[in-house]
Nanobody
Framework: QVQVVESGGGLVQPGGSLRLSCAASVSGFSYYAMGWYRQAAGKQRELVARISSSGSTNYADSVKGRFTISRDNAKKMVYLQMDTLKPEDSAVYYC?????????WGQGTQVTVSS
């Protein structure tokens, strides 16, 4: 069985920081692309950040310069460092681990940015 588990969400003030973590138990972890998605209330799920097996990264325009995605293949972990958080960043954040037709999702972790 494959497990994808996010952690690190919570309530933070505007301008603050959070670091999300995702542990994925898939075999062959290093070959997978990994991404963080988010879904705000009433909105569609959107890609926030992606990191390839080679370490190449992509970010949504709305988070460029503020968020950083990284991976640790030895620990089978992916991280999302979120700085200078804005209320618009409030959403449920989901970790995705994918390789062609194989696609695994975590349960999501709530991030709320509010004063």
């Amino acid at each position: 069985q494959v497990q994808v588990v996010e952690s690190g969400g919570g309530l933070v003030q505007p301008g603050g920081s959070l670091r999300l973590s995702c542990a994925a138990s898939v075999s062959g972890f290093s070959y997978y692309a990994m991404g963080w998605y988010r879904q705000a209330a009433g909105k569609q799920r959107e890609l926030v950040a992606r990191i390839s097996s080679s370490g190449s990264t992509n970010y949504a325009d709305s988070v460029k310069g503020r968020f950083t995605i990284s991976r640790d293949n030895a620990k089978k972990m992916v991280y999302l460092q979120m700085d200078t958080l804005k209320p618009e960043d409030s959403a449920v954040y989901y970790c995705n681990v994918g390789l062609e037709i194989r696609n695994y999702w975590g349960q999501g972790t709530q991030v709320t940015v509010s004063s």
